[in-house]
């Protein structure tokens, strides 16, 4: 594996510059391969020695890498090492390269591959709590609840890899005045009949036509008020609408969720802190930290001067509080529940002024660990929407997503008879929908774009899914050849050697996510993996090769499956 090369050269470079191996393992980095070149295995960047102070800053680089190279000699890990514009290059024996990248299969730890790296043993480990979708009852499941529902589960997925411990919170919009105009609305327009065929359908219908009307109608707008005013205060009859919408909405949501592979170990929500809200209040008081608006308003000054020119409104004129108070009342409780070692929020980046105030009252109030707080914002989606029109709810999505890939499966001359072309159309019709999201930079805006999305051919969760079936066939049909033992000089054609090499940056790849939390490097690691194993489709036959061959390719084939 990567792991035990990278510590092989980084002994090397310790006992050349007298320094422990460790500092030299981060330095190292597997070199991205080229399909029809040939290229050294890792690199070492001088400039990075004399940023870290184990090389004189002064002096030309080229000049100081050829004097370091000249010290490092090869043996039978190493065969060669070369120098180029600063950079030292090393090439490891080709033989011992398939035969350690391959090694975990023999002993039984092929899941575990690439894990036991020393670059992720450096990263800190502990109890992650993530918050991500977070839509809001009777509002739309638009574009923007999805991305934060994929990319949350994509950071609490690789957390969890990774070895920490990871809370899955997701955090519904069930309180404030929006809630006070769907309480409101449905006494108005509200129908108990519809609310049992279609429910989130019927509460997003009347929670618009009652905004509607209290744009142009006082008393409706009162009524929303007033609603809300009974909530705050907990008048059962009010309450007991609000529960039985927010267990509709949760029980909904939990199928759409399913759908998408998605789970969650906690459904919390905004209305669990409308007490703790207002001692939040209290303690923003007793702090002296509470100031009096012009307008009536609670505000806390965030101006560096203390001149109220940046201030952040925690409570209405009337008394209620905000979504910001409830926020701080939440991140206070989470601490104190579960104790976390850092909290992400996975939300647009429309609130990322919302999460600097949110993290700057915490640590005015004299809470240090927001500093362990982040927000990962995330561009907008445009143009996502289905046959029938605009988008409402992601089930829509979900439903468009399988209908065009089932359409093109049926005009497909490669689709093969299956049991349930439905169910296949749902999955790869999904990962073409979190590879099109994941492969840029999360802060991008992109176009969303069915046809792009769903071609079998290029960069998409497509051809993804069906590199990763075509290995899950080829390994079935034969599935009489063993490749337990194997010859690892039976793998050195270019071929074999490019998707070895591509496999040693595997680890480097998982550790760059951690770092940034962006899912563009697993994805573009893995789509660049399906090319090369197009390839080896080609050139490395399993079927009708001599039986040592073929052992050795089918185990090369079983390393490109894992991956996928």
């Known amino acids: 594996m990567a792991c035990f090369f990278r510590r092989t050269i980084a002994a090397k470079l310790g006992e050349a510059l007298q320094q422990a191996e460790d500092a030299f393992i981060p330095a190292l980095s597997a070199v991205p391969v080229l399909k029809k070149q040939q290229t050294a295995d890792f690199r070492l960047s001088v400039s990075t020695l004399r940023i870290n102070g184990i090389l004189p800053s002064r002096g030309d680089v080229q000049v100081q890498a050829e004097n370091l190279a000249t010290q490092l000699k090869q043996d039978s890990v190493v065969e060669d090492i070369s120098t180029d514009r600063g950079v030292i290059s090393f090439k490891v024996n080709r033989k011992l390269l398939a035969q350690k990248l391959l090694e975990p299969f023999e002993k039984g730890q092929d899941e575990k591959f690439g894990l036991n790296s020393e670059l992720l043993n450096t990263l800190k480990r502990g109890t992650t709590l993530v918050e991500y979708s977070s839509p809001n009852i009777a509002k739309k499941f638009h574009a923007g609840h999805l991305r934060s529902t994929i990319i949350g589960n994509f950071i609490a997925n690789l957390k969890q890899t990774l070895g920490n411990n990871v809370i899955r919170m997701n955090y519904l919009g069930d309180w404030g005045m929006q809630f006070g105009l769907l309480g409101a609305g449905f006494g108005q327009f509200g129908s108990e009949e519809k609310l049992k065929q279609n429910p989130l359908q019927h509460l997003f219908e009347v929670y618009v036509r009652m905004n509607k009307e209290a744009e142009h109608n006082e008393d409706m707008k009162q009524a929303a008020r007033d609603f809300f005013k009974q909530l ?249 050849i063993d490749a337990t033992t194997f010859d690892p000089s039976l793998l050195l054609e270019q071929t074999s050697m490019t998707i070895l090499q591509h496999l040693l940056r595997y680890d480097e790849v998982l550790y760059q996510s951690a770092q940034d939390l962006q899912p563009k490097h697993l994805v573009n690691f893995l789509l660049k993996l399906c090319h090369l194993t197009a390839s080896a489709h080609r050139e490395l036959l399993v079927k009708g090769s001599p039986p040592d061959v073929a052992q050795v390719e089918k185990k090369l084939h079983q390393h490109a499956i894992l991956n996928n």
């Not at 108070?325 to 939300?347: G, P, Q, S, W």
Request: aromatic share 8%; hydrophobic share 35%; net charge negative.
């Open 232 to 480: 705050e205060q907990h008048e059962s009859q009010a309450v007991s609408l609000w529960q039985q919408f927010r267990q509709i909405t949760v029980d909904e949501y939990q199928h759409i969720y399913k759908r998408l592979g998605v789970h969650f170990d906690i459904y919390s929500g905004e209305s669990f802190h409308q007490d703790q809200a207002q001692e939040v209040v209290q303690q923003l008081q007793s702090q002296g930290l509470l100031k009096t608006s012009e307008k009536g308003t609670g505000v806390v000054d965030l101006s560096p001067a203390g001149d109220m020119n940046s201030v952040c409104t925690v409570l209405r004129s009337d008394g209620t509080t905000l979504y910001i108070t409830r926020d701080i009342a939440a991140a206070i409780d989470r601490k104190e529940k579960y104790n976390f070692d850092e909290m992400i929020y996975v939300t647009d980046k429309s609130q990322v002024n919302h999460f600097n105030q949110l993290f700057q009252i915490l640590l005015v109030m004299g809470h240090s660990w927001a500093d362990r707080c982040q927000h990962v914002p995330f561009g907008l989606v445009q143009g996502m929407s289905t046959r029938t029109g605009e988008v409402v709810f992601l089930e829509d999505v979900l439903d468009e997503a399988r209908a065009r890939m089932l359409h093109n499966m049926s005009q497909a001359k490669t689709t093969k008879e299956m049991d349930n072309p439905e169910d296949t159309a749902e999955k790869v019709g999904i990962s073409a929908l979190l590879v099109q999201d994941f492969r840029g930079p999360l802060l991008s805006d992109y176009r969303f774009d069915w046809d792009r999305m769903l071609q079998a051919q290029g960069d998409t969760g497509v051809f993804l899914q069906y590199t990763h079936a075509r290995l899950c066939s080829l390994l079935q049909r034969n599935a009489d």
